[in-house]
């Protein structure tokens, strides 16, 4: 496969971060959440000199506060942009475990700098995820620049899209925001434009499968998004069974023309 981005998600202990370590190594695993130990074989790379962790002090918001002064966001966010810049011009892939973590790190960042202008801002302004939005944006960019795989999990959630009227404009509430529903369908979680800005993406879960009158819980990922055309979307894949999708990205060839 070529250097590609892809998007994991799904639910807790669907093994995305699992799969996430079956690109192509060296990797540097950029550990959020403090989670890659769990993954399949994770301690067994990790000395083998495979996996390269890289842990960021990420500050945590408060507690008992909605709204703080941010501290330590900024600081964060530079040192994980300048690790991104060096790691894509050294390793086979990059993972970001998890990319929810990293979109909300760039916004606190970019709202801690907007702070130090004006301490009492609580919020970011719509307008302003411009800017936040550029950032993520670039690092994808980076990564297609320097021909490195960028492997993203994510938590998923549920997608939501805004109510319009027969003329086509928002319906809105008695408060003038847009009024917004459920499709019923999941998405990943954090930067909206992940998917779009995707080669690849994967919806984890776990199946229930039986088989001599056992039960036995198969992990499966769903393609939603493939970089080799539409004829790969729905396929599902059992997992650890990577080799399955490798040879998926070849489209069928018509019969008479091998």
Avoid: C
């Amino acid at each position: 496969m070529h250097p590609s981005i892809t998007t994991i998600y799904g639910e807790p202990g669907t093994i995305k971060s699992s799969i996430a370590i079956t690109w192509p190594k060296p990797i540097a695993f950029y550990d959020l959440e403090s989670g890659g130990h769990r993954a399949w074989g994770f301690n067994e790379l990790v000395e083998a000199g495979d996996i390269t962790v890289r842990t960021f002090a990420v500050p945590h918001h408060s507690m008992i506060t909605r709204y703080e002064k941010l501290s330590g966001y900024m600081e964060a966010w530079k040192a994980l942009t300048s690790a991104m810049e060096a790691d894509l011009q050294t390793f086979e892939t990059v993972v970001w475990d998890t990319g929810t973590v990293v979109w909300a790190l760039d916004r606190d960042a970019f709202l801690q700098e907007i702070q130090t202008d004006n301490p009492g801002r609580k919020q970011l302004q719509q307008i302003e995820y411009g800017e936040p939005n550029r950032r993520i944006t670039e690092l994808f960019n980076l990564s297609r620049a320097f021909q490195t795989n960028l492997v993203i999990t994510h938590h998923e959630t549920d997608e939501y899209i805004t109510l319009l009227d027969p003329m086509g404009r928002p319906i809105v509430d008695e408060n003038n925001r847009p009024v917004s529903v459920s499709t019923n369908n999941k998405v990943p979680e954090g930067f909206k434009h992940t998917v779009g800005l995707s080669d690849w993406v994967l919806r984890t879960t776990i199946a229930e499968v039986t088989k001599d009158g056992k039960v036995t819980p198969v992990p499966q990922a769903t393609i939603d998004k493939s970089a080799y055309g539409l004829f790969l979307r729905r396929q599902v894949i059992d997992w650890p069974t990577y080799n399955k999708l490798v040879a998926l990205a070849s489209p069928p060839t018509p019969e008479g023309t091998a």
